[in-house]
């Protein structure tokens, strides 16, 4: 039997994007070690004053995580928790999502699409058939913070090119 859609739609797609993800963080790790980069100041880069620093992306992108697979699955989202300070603390964040997508069963995804999900946005409520919680809401939060973490790892002087954001894209 085929896995359900919506697991097939979210679980793997989270997976590779986290690993991609932390293989950004061992980028920056490397610039750190070798002393080009500050870890303070990139932990706390930002794009734009009012817009939140790197370490806020990286916690916000791996909580969309919790925030998606559990209530597909009919559950409560699980406290999203505070990493450990540093790259290594937001490496151990990631790790920690991991494995949670990988303990989790796509047969607790069986009829996701009938279930309605509440959700805050920001300063609104949202209740939304799964589906569309899924896919105009949960993945695109997700990409913007993972995108928001790139951008920012980049500007940071962390050399990283697309091939890093997919792990697909190769150039000579």
Request: neutral net charge; hydrophobic residues 45%.
């Amino acid at each position: 039997m085929n896995p359900p859609q919506l697991y097939t739609a979210s679980v793997p797609v989270f997976q590779r994007y986290l690993r991609q993800l932390g293989l950004m963080l061992d980028a920056a790790q490397a610039e750190v070690t070798m002393g080009r980069v500050d870890e303070a100041q990139l932990l706390e880069a930002r794009l734009a004053p009012d817009m939140l620093p790197l370490q806020l992306q990286v916690q916000i992108a791996s909580g969309f995580v919790l925030r998606a697979c559990a209530p597909l699955q009919g559950l409560p989202a699980p406290p999203l928790g505070s990493p450990a300070p540093g790259l290594a603390g937001l490496q151990a964040l990631l790790r920690e999502r991991q494995s949670y997508l990988d303990a989790l069963p796509a047969e607790a995804f069986r009829n996701a699409e009938a279930r309605v999900i509440d959700s805050d946005a920001g300063r609104a409520q949202l209740q939304l058939p799964a589906t569309e919680f899924l896919q105009h809401f949960a993945l695109p939060n997700f990409f913007f913070h993972l995108s928001c973490a790139y951008a920012l790892l980049r500007q940071s002087g962390v050399p990283l090119g697309k091939q890093d954001f997919d792990g697909l894209h190769r150039y000579r």
